[in-house]
């Protein structure tokens, strides 16, 4: 490679994700109150597709039959739990702020 000996620097403009709160939700609930709810869930699903539809794809995977779940139950949840995961992501919202002006001012 040549060149005069300088090189540009890669300006990252993209910000870090802030997930969304039934995400939060899922971070703070999914091992101690739903994972066994969401795999007996997904057992049933699946038993009853094969039966009502052999020789078929299912309609949705794990993964997404998980997040349609979880979105649904956070929906129900009460006003004090979603306090709870809008605290939770107000302070992640901090940190992803912090981090993202850390790297604007390590790209000066």
């Known amino acids: 490679m040549s060149g005069t000996g300088t090189r540009g620097i890669l300006k990252i403009t993209g910000q870090s994700r802030l997930r969304q709160e ?3 939700y899922q ?6 109150k739903w994972k066994e709810v969401i795999d007996s869930e ?3 699903y699946q038993k009853k597709w094969k039966a009502e539809h052999p020789n ?16 649904e139950k956070y929906k129900e949840e009460s006003e004090e739990v979603k306090k709870e995961v809008r605290e939770h992501r107000a302070v992640m919202k901090d940190d992803i702020d912090e981090k993202d002006n850390r790297n604007d001012a390590y790209q000066r």
């Open 27 to 32: 971070t703070m609930t999914y091992e101690n």
């Open 22 to 24: 039934w995400q939060i």
């Open 42 to 44: 997904w057992d049933n």
């Open 56 to 71: 078929t794809d299912l309609l949705q995977g794990c993964f997404t039959f998980m997040n349609s779940f979880l979105k």
